[in-house]
């Protein structure tokens, strides 16, 4: 991970973090699609986090509650800080559903995942 980017050109166009599907994400991208498609519901969530126990503890409650859901879906753990900053993210832990920051800076218990998710249409 490079701190500075001496040598690069200004106009050098910044990549968008990739979605689960493996394409990349668009920021005008609303909750309801993901990959420029419409989703009914949640297709992907990821935890951001440095790796630190209270990122480590949110991925654990966030795969916890979507388990309870009954969802089948992979949650996904980036600590990859390259990328989490490709998410604008400046305070971890945070969640990521469907390609949207919808939670940073603080742990969530289970329960609060499973609220959150439940009103992001899941």
């Not at 050098?12 to 668009?26: H, N, R």
């Not at 305070?91 to 009103?119: T, Y």
């Amino acid at each position: 991970m490079a701190l500075f980017n001496f040598g690069k050109k200004k106009d050098e166009e910044k990549k968008a973090p990739a979605c689960c599907c493996g394409s990349a994400a668009k920021a005008e991208e609303s909750p309801k699609t993901c990959c420029g498609a419409p989703v009914d519901g949640i297709c992907c969530v990821k935890v951001l986090g440095a790796g630190c126990k209270s990122c480590h503890e949110q991925y654990e409650n966030v795969k916890a509650a979507v388990k309870a859901m009954g969802l089948n879906i992979e949650v996904e753990y980036i600590t990859d800080m390259e990328k989490v900053m490709g998410y604008g993210v400046m305070s971890m832990p945070a969640i990521v559903v469907n390609e949207q920051v919808v939670s940073m800076g603080k742990v969530l218990k289970a329960s609060d995942v499973e609220k959150l998710l439940r009103k992001l249409g899941c």
